[in-house]
């Protein structure tokens, strides 16, 4: 008779014990899926990362600022080469878009001439001046017209969000 | 093991030490020092069809007289064998304490004769084939001879047993008065069960003489003095036909039902036990899913904030990284393209780099040098900026120009 109590109580935990062997199963199944869901995402930034690393470091300005301080940089250097830049394009403050990080952007276009004989010396000069600022060159065209060579660069400008 | 022989209810003949004791029933105790097994001729043989045992059992119950004790074998798909005697008689050989297994006669004359050697051969003749082998052969002999007839004549004591059997089937256990005509009862037996021309099988040399003079072919075995004729050679220990009282029955029937309740409870406790080995194995793993995911979230929580600083820190430069130097692409142009042409543009996107070249104006008035194609395309190819850049000759209304392309 005990024996019977026995065997019916382990047939009873038997059971018991192999749903709940189903059960966690299935939840270690759900968490599998979950860190093969984040996973990607996770490596995704790493690589990122290991490609922001390599990259020389800008710090950014508050966006109410960043225009400004740009045209003031650009303006300032290029007068001591012996030439000026002229901001062909300028944003609404609508059009500023936001990147990701809390970094935003906008777009804008600048443009300088310069004689041909300087042009070449000048332009490079312009350009290096234009990637130590924290911008990104969408497009740039240079045009000869008689002596005068005309330097148009269309940038998107990076900025902090907010008004710092 | 010693072995015995019930001849008829009362007597007993009984091989012990190379010893033969002829008794009754009633003096076993005196006779028997060790534990024997008996073999019991009188026995009824029937055959009955049933599906299942407890049908069998049914059937046996209402077909065999009250106060008798069977046993019974498989001899087709759903026909059995069934020996069967009266329960008085097991109960007086139980009686005496040396009396173990009680076996019916015919199944061991059948299964004896095939295990015993041939007269006339010897043991190194039989070769590699032992009894053990014989025995196995017999076996596995079984079903290709299942309809062979045999008659095995055995002599127990001074009385002689007739066993016929067709195939597996016993069809009659007969033991002869001392007085009978040998000859004519071997005939009346052969004929009474429709055996006329079956194998004879003896171990005892005067029945095969006799029977040989009377023009029966008759073979001759050999048989060990510990089991001095063919049936007490099938006799082997713990048999599996058996002859039990009710109340050993009902021991029996009891102790299975416990066994198969400790087997059911001990397969239950390794169901529960496996129930539980999975349940372990499964917690672990989801526990250690979940440090996993702990740790992924961690790192993930860890990587997003210096992610976001290097991004806001870095994220300028790492475009720059990627910027075009163009003033570079116009004087490598300018240097290093032929000076019949001169660069009227240059132009970069995030696609492609693109340069216009025009014919070069000059105030002294004389022709210009010509310029091939392949020439343009030499000195391209050797601009690293320009390398592998496409060149299109544009014509428009007064004048050549030359357009460059090159995906970036």
Redesign the interface.
Known sequence: MN??V???T??I??????F???D??D??DR??M??LS??P??NA??L??R??????????RPQNEALEYLLARLVDDTELLGSSVRLERSPAESEWNT?????TKTAITVSSPADKQAG?GY??M??ELL?R????????????QDAVIT?SVDL?L?A?EGGG | MARAVLIDHQTLVAYSGGRQMQTLIADLDSVLTEETSVAVVPTNVSRVVATTEETLHQQLHDKLPQGSVYCFEKVDAAVYQVFSIAESVLASLRACSHVGAVVPYGPLARDGHKIAVPSGTTRQEQGLITRAGRAFLGRTEEIADVIEDVTIIDLIGDRRVITCAHGFEIRTVRALHPEDSLEREVNLTLQGVNMSSSRIITHDRAISDRLTEAGRNVELVRVPPEAPSVALLGLRKDPPLQFHLATEMARMRRRSAQQR??Q??IG??V??L???G??G???T??LM??V??AD??Q??FQ??Q???R????????????R??????A??EL?FMMPPQL?????????ERLTAMLKRRHLDLDFRDPPLSLGELKEAVELSASWQGAVVKPIMGDHELKYQLEKMR
Do not use: C
């Not at chain 2, 290097?310 to 990284?321: D, P």
């Open positions: 024996l019977r026995l065997r019916l382990f047939i935990l038997g059971i018991v014990a192999v709940v062997a189903y966690q199963y939840a270690g968490v599998d979950q860190i984040e996973l995402a996770l930034t790493k990122e990362m490609a922001l690393n390599q990259a020389t470091p800008k710090p950014l990147v990701n990080h809390g970094v070449l332009f490079a312009m350009w990637l600022q924290p911008v990104s060159i969408v497009s740039a065209s240079l045009k000869v330097l998107e990076l902090l | 309740l400790l059911s409870t239950a406790a169901f529960l496996v129930g539980l999975l349940t194995v499964t917690v793993r989801r899913a979940e996993r995911l992924l979230r790192e993930q990587t997003t210096t992610h976001s290097l991004f806001r820190e870095r994220y300028a430069g790492m475009l720059t990284r910027t075009f130097n163009l003033p570079q116009w004087a300018e001169e660069v009227e543009s240059v132009g970069v996107t995030q």
